[in-house]
C-alpha cells in the first residue's frame, strides 16, 4: 500500500458554467480520488479548492497538472496544482 | 486538514507578495582536488562540480513545479579557493574552471573564490586575493570574499589596507559595466560557513563533502501582514512578523529536505535571511516604513530593524530544524526599491546604513560610491564595518562599488537582482595614514561588556 498523495488544486477566475464538470472530469480521467471540495463565488468571481488522492498507480502529478493547465487555458481560469505537503507544512506544527 | 482560507492565503503570499525560495545553493568540498598541476587540479574541480551539480537545475525547477513556490535561484559553494590553491602557478585558471563548470550546470552563480584571512595571510590568500581584480572580471559567474576580522582573532589591517586596492582595481577593471565586478566580492568579518546567499557564499572548512542550504525570503509577505495591525503596539508587529516567519520558514525547510532528497545530499541549513529584491513589494525598507516611519533611514530606523531582524529569527528558529547561515534582514541598498527612494530622497546616507549593521545582518551590501573614492577610504569604511561584527559577535560584511566616473546623485544601473545603486556620498576626509599602518587590530575582550 503506497502513502496517500494528495494535490490541492485551485480554481480561480470569472464564473461560468460546466468549470467543476471539466476539472473532475478531468481527474477522474487521470484516476485521482477527490477528498475534500469547497467553492465560493464573490460577485461572479468564481474561487474553488479541491483536494484529491494522486496515489493510484495510473495517476501521475505530471501529467494530471499539465492537462488542468491545458483546461484552465481553455476556461480562461487559472488552475493550479499543488502537493499538499506546502501547505501542510506553512500552517501546521 | 488544511483550510480554504489558509490555501488562499498561500496562493495570496506566491502572486502578490512575491514569497520565494531565494536560492538553493549546493555547498561542495574541494579539499581533494587540490594538487601541484594547474590542469590537472581544474580538470579536477571541473568534473567534481559538475558530477555532484549535475541534476541541481533540474532537481530545483521540479520542486518548484511541484509544490508552485518560485524558486529563484539555483546556486553553488565552494571550498575558498586560497585552501586549494596554493600549489597552483595561476589562480585565475581555477577561477576560469569554476566559472565554467557552472555555466555547464546552468546555475547563476558559483560562490568560494575566497580566502580566510581574519589573523593573518598565508603566501596563498595573498596571491589569490590579488588575483581577484582579473579573476572576477575575467569571469561571469564567480563571486568571491574575503574574510578580515572575527571577534576571536581581531582584524587583520594588513588584509583591509589590501582589499581597498582591490576592490578599486577591480571596479576599474570591469568600468564599463558600471563596475559591477564589485557586485561579486564581498568582504566579511566572522563569515559563516554555510551562507547560501552569493556573493558572499562558500563552503567553509568544517563543512562536509556536499550540502544542501536554502535561503527563504519573503518581504513582501511580513509587510503584507504589518498591513492588518496598523496603528497597533509593537507587542503586535513582532508576534506578526514572528508567525509569518514561521511560515515562510516553513517553505524553505520542505524545499531544502525535498531537494536534499531528491539529490540525494545530506540537508545543511535553513537561512532565515529577509532578502529583497528590487520588484515593488519585495522590499525591507517598506517593513520599516509600515511601522511607522515616513522614509527609511529617518529618526527610527534603526530601532525598527533591530525589532524586524530579531522577530524573524525567532519566528524561524522554530520552523527548521537546522537555522545556518546569516539569518536576519537584508538591507542591500541596490536590491531594494524602498532603499534606493529613501537614498534618493537623501533619507539614507552612508552613516546611517552603518548605523543599521548594527543590528541586523549582514553589513553595507552593494553600495555605489563616487568613481573617486580612494582605496584607503575603502579600506577605511571596511575596517569600522569589521570593527561592529568584531564586537558585537555578529557577522558583517561591505560590498562597494566604487562606480568608475560616478558622481553623488547619479544612478548606477546593474539590472535584474542587483538593481540600481544610487550613488552616496562618502566622507571627504582622508583616512590614508589610519590605514598605512597595517598590522592587527586586536581582539576585543569578551567580559566587562558594557
Known sequence: MNEQKKVVISVLGLDRKGIIARVSGVLYENEANILDISQ?????????????????????FDVLSEKLNKLGEELGVQIRTQLSEIFESMYRI | MVTTSEILSTLKMIDKQKLDVRTITMGISLLDCACDSDEKECQKVYDKITRLAGNLVRVGEEI?????????????????????????????????????????????????????????????????????????????????????????????????????????????????????????????????EDNPFMAGAFHGPGEGECAINVGVSGPGVVKGALESVKGHPFDDVAETIKKTAFSITRVGQLVALEASRRLNVPFGIVDLSLAPTPAVGDSVAQILEEMGLEVCGTHG?????????????????MASSHVGGLSGAFIPLSEDIGMIRAAERGCLCLDKLEAMTCVCSVGLDMIAVPGDTTAETLSAIIADEAAIGMVNNKTTAVRLIPAPGAKVGDNVEFGGLFGRAPVIAVHPFSSAEFIARGGRIPAPLQSLRN
Open chain 2, 301 to 317: 530606523t534603526t530601532a525598527a530593524l533591530a525589532l524586524l531582524n530579531d522577530a524573524v529569527k525567532k519566528g524561524g528558529v
Open chain 1, 40 to 60: 465560493t463565488i464573490v460577485s461572479g468571481y468564481f474561487t474553488m479548492i479541491l483536494v484529491a488522492d494522486i496515489s493510484a498507480p495510473g495517476c501521475s
Open chain 2, 64 to 192: 518548484e513545479r511541484d509544490f508552485g513556490v518560485p524558486i529563484v535561484n539555483k546556486r553553488i559553494s565552494v571550498t575558498p579557493a586560497a585552501l586549494i590553491s596554493g600549489a597552483m602557478k595561476n589562480p585565475v585558471k581555477l577561477a576560469q574552471a569554476l566559472d565554467s563548470a557552472a555555466a555547464d550546470i546552468g546555475v547563476n552563480f558559483i560562490g568560494g573564490f575566497s580566502a580566510l584571512v581574519h589573523k593573518a595571510m598565508t603566501h596563498a590568500d595573498k596571491r589569490l586575493i590579488e588575483s581577484m581584480p582579473e579573476a572576477l572580471s575575467c569571469t561571469e559567474r564567480l563571486c568571491g570574499s574575503v574574510n578580515v576580522g572575527s571577534t576571536k582573532a581581531g582584524i587583520n589591517m594588513d588584509a583591509v589596507k589590501l582589499m581597498g586596492v582591490v576592490v578599486k582595481q577591480l571596479a576599474e577593471n570591469t568600468a564599463s559595466s558600471g563596475g559591477f565586478g564589485c557586485a561579486k566580492l564581498v568582504i566579511f568579518s566572522n563569515a559563516v
